[in-house]
């Protein structure tokens, strides 16, 4: 089995982010093995692939979400604009002010609707009208209807997929320039699903999306890239390790992939 | 792309050098607070030593065994108060760890509506809150004057046994163990209720679809399973009777006069210092220093083997 | 006539049926005497307290030995100064050792080691705390030249209500979910302004609680006092001066061979424990409070 890889040609200037020779370990475990990507800007990236393949790791990687694990070690590049974001003087917050994350389960916090947007602008020195932020972000994120009358209520106070939209609403209100989706949708239902699928097509004008998802269908909808990720098991690991199988349009990882790997996940004739 | 409009409104994309130090500052100063603990242990260990060391000169290891404590004559040995320590605590543990873990069997197990059970387990828990100093006026004007008469009959019937063997008049170490038990008690039944709750029921399940009746259970199945919880909050009530301090002192008689008899005035490591160190100058103060260092080591000993255990057993039956 | 299923019937003469039986009666009366000393205890300081309470007593200093009447004002006074003090010094300590735990020592060997510090601090008995803390600064007189002080009587108490604190900040810190650190670091908040802001506000409650259970504790605690912040017969004359506390009032007059004495010492006794009693439903109202 070999490691192969595609890189699509994005010119430079296209490019939001790169990973170069990327190998992510979790102490002596090696959970995704020499990653080349390209992430274009300003379009929907969506990272498909079996579970424990390393998707989630590679995505927080993006914002060095994974400093957080003691165990947690990466070797190789990954480049934003033009700067190595593992560099040594590379400060973790500066990057996640520019990139910004939605995470897999809805995490507002313990404040009020308002609180919760206004806390990440603050943070980010917003110096414009707060009100009008916290309406137009909430407007984006396709949730404004739902809290307009309760804006000094707790975030808690929402349904499911109301604080997962709040939350979207949180990232762009920092008007980040990348924002990474870990399956933002798995705890949704389809209507939900729905709604926050239009918030993405919405934001991929300003935005730069990276999204995980384990829904082929919603792949297909929102997204313009398709990276899909596998996991194998190595002679002397001590697990399966994960590695990209094959990057590509989403039109082309679908309709005609050219692994033997990907055509089996994408029509679900996969082990 | 974002929208270069906006972007000029966020005006700490950068972080700012100070917001840096900050957030370095704050990670120093939490560490610094952390390692205080360890300092003040340390410091606890070192301030104690230095002022012990010159009654660690003058009478070395004998001072563990030497049962006279005259100030006059400058002789100083622990061995009463060393001995009223472990043995108040010994006794102290012997009454309370049956009738604490009757209690915390009684707690779990059905015998009355759990609603009522709640109630007696926060009465338990409130006994805990009592300060020692109240127990201790209570000891003196209630417990050992309506114990007396008993402790009396005790003494008249089984006199002949070293322990009995003189009269009860007043405060003594008996009046002493019984205040420690009631002072552990709440320790040990509130350790032993949680560690049998925490019991999966279907253990209890499967003894009893194997035929044991209801006893043969808890004896065979549920204490074992609960034990490292249970010998836990043992050695914390250990640890907390060998410490304690003013009840006891208040109760015991404070005498430094050997005797094996539990009827008589006695003494403790912690009484001792209550008593005298207000008192004390010149070579006394170190001797106390002295007791005190034993004091610590004994404690230290006891709570490490108490850490220890219940790593051990926990590892076992989780 | 026998039925063939008698069998199955409870026979309570069966050996194992009386075993049973008596275990469990031996249970039940573990239980009752175990409440015994509690309702004593309580019954007896109560009713004595009640007997015995004046309100004068709460503006009147001690009696000198022989007179008769006097309160416990002094005192009483002492006990929420010593208390304050304490806390002024073990709760910031406290909290930020447990947030160190909590926030930043994930995983390695030096909070590991101030894990097992504050377990062995914690069994520290209290009377060595009052000699650490006399060897410490009343024996040198560290504090500006003065020996026995509220202040020393603050350290003692907050070396033992250290222990405490740094547990329950450290416990309830870990309650918060992982994921509300996440959503703040996400949107570029740093660690500082995600611990104050948003880990340390949602662990208010249960932090709150153990802080006051250990105030409760601390306000009856004795044998760190009687030779670090001593006793004073007269009104707190200041942080550095000896204080009178209610714990070391009760200490000092139950063995007293004078009426007045031993009446305010159950005076004493009994505001304490209401006191304590008291903070112990706060601290149970505040953890219920959270759990809504
Ligand atoms: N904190 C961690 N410590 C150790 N190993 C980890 C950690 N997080 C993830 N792993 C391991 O890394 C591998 C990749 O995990 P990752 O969460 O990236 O998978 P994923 O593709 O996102 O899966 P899923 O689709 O289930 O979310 C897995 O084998 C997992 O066990
Ligand atoms: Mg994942």
Not at chain 2, 298 to 310: E, G, H
Not at chain 3, 126 to 152: C, E, H, K
Not at chain 3, 159 to 174: C, Q, R
């Amino acid at each position: 089995m070999t490691f192969s890889t595609h890189i699509t040609d994005v010119p430079d200037e296209q490019v939001a982010i790169t990973c170069e020779d990327v190998t992510i370990s979790y102490g002596a475990f090696e959970a995704v093995k020499s990653v080349f990507l390209e992430v274009p800007r300003g379009k929907v990236t969506a990272f498909i692939g079996p579970s424990g393949c390393g998707k989630s790791t590679v995505l927080r990687c993006f914002n060095r979400m994974n400093d957080l694990i003691p165990s947690f070690s990466l070797k190789g590049r990954i480049i934003y604009e033009g700067q190595d974001l593992y560099a040594k003087a590379v400060d973790p917050v500066e990057v996640r002010r520019r990139i910004g994350m939605v995470f897999q389960r809805p995490n507002p916090f313990p404040k009020s609707i308002y609180e919760n947007i206004a806390f990440g602008a603050r943070i980010n020195g917003y110096t414009g009208d707060m009100d009008e932020l916290v309406e137009r972000s909430l407007r984006r994120a396709a949730v404004w209807d739902e809290c307009k009358d309760k804006l000094q209520e707790s975030g808690y106070s929402l349904s499911g997929g109301q604080q997962q939209r709040l939350c979207i609403a949180r990232t762009i209100a920092t008007q980040p320039d990348v924002i990474l989706m870990d399956e933002p949708c798995s705890a949704l239902d389809p209507i939900s699903t729905l709604k926050v699928e239009e918030t993405m097509h919405e934001l991929k004008k300003d935005f730069t999306i990276v999204i995980v998802t384990h829904n082929m269908q919603q792949a297909v909808r929102v997204s313009d890239m398709t990276a899909f990720y596998n996991a194998v098991a190595v002679e002397g690991g001590t697990g399966k390790v994960g590695y990209l199988v094959e990057f590509d349009e989403t039109a082309n990882i679908f309709n005609n992939p050219r692994q033997q790997a990907t055509q089996e996940y994408v029509s679900g004739r996969f082990g | 792309m974002a929208s270069s409009g906006s972007e000029g409104l966020y005006t700490l994309r950068h972080r700012p050098p100070s917001d840096k130090l900050v957030d370095q500052s704050f990670r120093f100063l939490v560490t610094a607070l952390a390692a205080l603990v360890a300092i003040i242990l340390f410091a606890i260990f070192l301030v104690v030593t230095l002022d012990a060391r010159e009654a660690i000169a003058k009478f070395g290891l004998g001072f563990l065994v030497n049962s006279t404590w005259n100030p006059s004559t400058e002789n100083f040995g622990a061995f009463t108060a060393i001995y009223g320590t472990l043995l108040t605590s010994a006794l102290a543990l012997l009454l309370a760890i049956p009738l604490g873990v009757g209690t915390a069997i009684f707690l779990t197990e059905n015998f009355i509506p759990s609603r009522y059970r709640t109630i007696i387990g926060n009465l338990v828990e409130l006994l805990a809150a009592i300060p020692s100093v109240v127990l201790g006026l209570w000891a003196i004007f209630v417990l050992e004057p309506v114990l007396r008469p008993l402790l009396q009959l005790i003494h008249r019937l089984l006199g002949w046994i070293p322990f009995f063997s003189t009269m009860p008049t007043g405060p003594g170490v008996m009046p002493a163990v019984l205040i420690l038990v009631i002072m552990v008690l709440p320790i040990i039944t509130a350790i032993s209720r949680d560690s049998l709750n925490q019991v999966p029921p279907d253990l209890r399940q499967a003894a009893y679809g194997v035929g044991a009746t209801r006893w043969t259970s808890i004896f065979k199945v549920l204490l074992p399973a609960a034990i490292s919880g249970i010998i836990g909050g043992v050695m914390l009530a250990l640890g907390r009777a060998l410490g304690e301090t003013m009840a006891v002192t208040m109760i015991i008689g404070n005498s430094n006069n050997f005797t094996l008899s539990w009827f008589a005035p006695g003494n403790t490591i912690s009484a001792l210092l209550a008593n005298q160190f207000g008192e004390a100058d010149g070579l006394q103060v170190h001797a106390l220093m002295y007791a005190a260092l034993v004091l610590m080591i004994i404690t230290f000993i006891v709570n490490v083997l108490a850490q220890w255990i219940v790593k051990r057993l926990s590892l076992k039956y989780s | 006539m026998p039925s063939p299923s008698a069998d199955l019937f409870f026979r309570p003469g069966l050996l194992r049926n009386r075993g049973n039986q008596l275990l469990t009666i031996i249970s039940c009366l573990c239980a009752v005497i175990v409440l015994i000393p509690l309702f004593c205890v309580i019954a007896y300081v109560l009713i004595k307290g009640i007997a015995v309470i004046r309100p004068q007593m709460f503006f009147e200093l001690p009696p000198a030995p022989g007179m008769e009447g006097g309160g416990i004002a002094n005192a009483f006074l002492g006990t929420i100064i010593v208390t304050a003090l304490s806390c002024l010094f073990s709760i910031p300590v406290g909290i930020g050792g447990g947030i160190y735990l909590a926030e930043y020592g994930a995983g390695n060997r030096f909070s590991d080691f101030i894990r097992f510090g504050t377990n062995v601090l914690a069994g520290v008995p209290s009377i060595i705390a009052g000699v650490f803390i006399y060897g410490l600064v009343v024996a040198t007189r560290l504090l500006f030249g003065n020996s026995y002080s509220a202040v020393a009587g603050g350290l003692a108490l907050a070396v033992l209500m250290l222990p405490t604190i740094i547990k329950t900040t450290d416990e309830g810190l870990k309650l918060v979910p992982q994921e509300l650190r996440w959503g703040s670091l996400g949107v570029g908040a740093s660690k500082f302004v995600t611990t104050m802001k948003v880990v340390l506000p949602s662990a208010v409650a249960p932090i709150a609680t153990g802080i006051v259970l250990a105030i409760a504790r601390s306000a009856g605690e004795t044998a760190p006092l009687i030779f670090t912040a001593l006793f004073s017969p007269f009104w707190p004359e200041g942080i550095f001066k000896p204080i009178a506390t209610m714990s070391v009032l009760v200490f000092n007059f139950a063995i007293m061979p004078y009426e007045a004495q031993i009446t305010l010492a159950w005076a004493a006794s009994f505001v304490l424990v209401f006191m304590i009693l008291g903070m112990n439903l706060v601290a149970r109202w505040i953890s219920g409070l959270a759990k809504r």
